[in-house]
């Protein structure tokens, strides 16, 4: 059975720009990560206008960060993920996750290429964030 993404971008708030969020099965990734005052990436550099998302999957694996605890990741450390594709699977795996006691490191996730694709092909195509 392959776990499910689902993209968000939330508004801009006083502090940052739109950000971008990851639920897997239902469960915001970065909150459970780095607890409901840390924030995922910039919405514009993990879908970008111009150019692949680095939530594109490849044979080539590829770390990306997918969030922050509030202090910033320059504090404590980043949530980043290995991306890589094998076949009819995108699986993230080797978390590395901020420096905090309360935090649990994610599972290892494993989703259906063409289901992936199509998910971060959508939330690549709505650019309504932006101009918020």
Do not use: K
Request: charged residues 25%; aromatic residues 10%; glycine residues 10%.
């Amino acid at each position: 059975m392959f776990d499910r993404l689902e993209i968000r971008v939330l508004p801009p708030g006083r502090r940052f720009a739109a950000q971008a969020r990851f639920w897997v099965n239902g469960e915001d990734v970065v909150e459970a990560a780095v607890s409901a005052g840390g924030r995922g990436p910039y919405a514009a550099d993990v879908l970008p206008a111009e150019g692949p998302s680095p939530l594109r999957a490849t044979g080539e694996p590829r770390c990306v960060e997918l969030g922050e605890p509030e202090c910033t990741g320059g504090c404590c450390g980043f949530l980043s993920v290995v991306v890589q594709r094998f076949g009819g699977i995108v699986q993230w795996s080797d978390w590395e996750v901020p420096y905090l006691d309360t935090v649990t490191r994610p599972l290892e996730f494993h989703f259906d290429a063409d289901e992936y694709d199509a998910e971060l092909a959508r939330a690549e195509a709505d650019r309504s964030w932006q101009g918020l």
